[in-house]
T-cell receptor, first 111, second 113 residues
Framework: RKEVEQDPGPFNVPEGATVAFNCTYS??????FFWYRQDCRKEPKLLMS???SGNEDGRFTAQLNRASQYISLLIRDSKLSDSATYLC????????????FGTGTKLQVIP | SQTIHQWPATLVQPVGSPLSLECTVE??????LYWYRQAAGRGLQLLFY??????ISSEVPQNLSASRPQDRQFILSSKKLLLSDSGFYLC????????????FGAGTRLSVL
């Protein structure tokens, strides 16, 4: 089993739709979780951290389910500018030097 | 604020030629530094990371090497490039304490022909 797994997509959704991505991780001791966004041919950029109680940033909501070992990202009212690849990132131990990146889920928002 | 610089943005090199990619970070001290490679349509592969000057950890055995001659400088090198070295090379830094959020440079797109 891979350390971090994501559905590669693509998810093709119309503008204004709500879309959700999941990411599963294998190490139950993992401490920190993040979502990054990567535009085509660009570097990944931090979208948001994922907190145990769940957190929201505008149209974006991130949640953590430790029992089932997955994190999720919900995007409401999708915009064309949300089209990108979304990378799930897991830090296996708090403060550890390395993190593990998922291979990403591609989102295409259609006019 | 912290910034990370990576150059060049694109590079076309013949097989067998040497490589040197440089990355510098400003606005922070003693950062953790990372080199990743992303092949077309693939995920990020960690190549090297460093927690201090002269301290390099290699994740994947290959014909690449890394050096950290200064606190905020990280260099990726090769003596002889292979076709399989083509890809998008990304440098990243993180704060040595805390939860290891990584911040990336703009990347170098390398084509080995």
């Amino acid at each position: 089993r891979k350390e971090v797994e994501q559905d590669p997509g693509p998810f093709n959704v119309p503008e204004g739709a709500t879309v959700a991505f999941n990411c599963t991780y294998s190490n139950s001791a993992s401490q920190s979780f993040f979502w990054y966004r990567q535009d085509c041919r660009k570097e990944p950029k931090l979208l948001m951290s994922v907190y145990s109680s769940g957190n929201e940033d505008g149209r974006f909501t991130a949640q953590l389910n430790r029992a089932s070992q997955y994190i999720s990202l919900l995007i409401r009212d999708s915009k064309l500018s949300d089209s990108a690849t979304y990378l799930c990132v897991v830090n296996p131990r708090g403060g550890y030097q390395k993190v593990t990146f998922g291979t990403g889920t591609k989102l295409q928002v259609i006019p | 604020s912290q910034t990370i610089h990576q150059w060049p943005a694109t590079l076309v090199q013949p097989v067998g030629s040497p490589l040197s990619l440089e990355c510098t970070v400003e606005g922070t001290s003693n950062p953790n530094l990372y080199w990743y490679r992303q092949a077309a349509g693939r995920g990020l592969q960690l190549l090297f990371y460093s927690v201090g000057i002269g301290q390099i950890s290699s994740e994947v055995p290959q014909n690449l090497s890394a050096s950290r001659p200064q606190d905020r400088q990280f260099i990726l090198s090769s003596k002889k490039l292979l076709l399989s070295d083509s890809g998008f090379y990304l440098c990243a830094w993180s704060n040595p304490s805390g939860v290891n959020i990584q911040y990336f440079g703009a990347g170098t797109r390398l084509s080995v022909l």
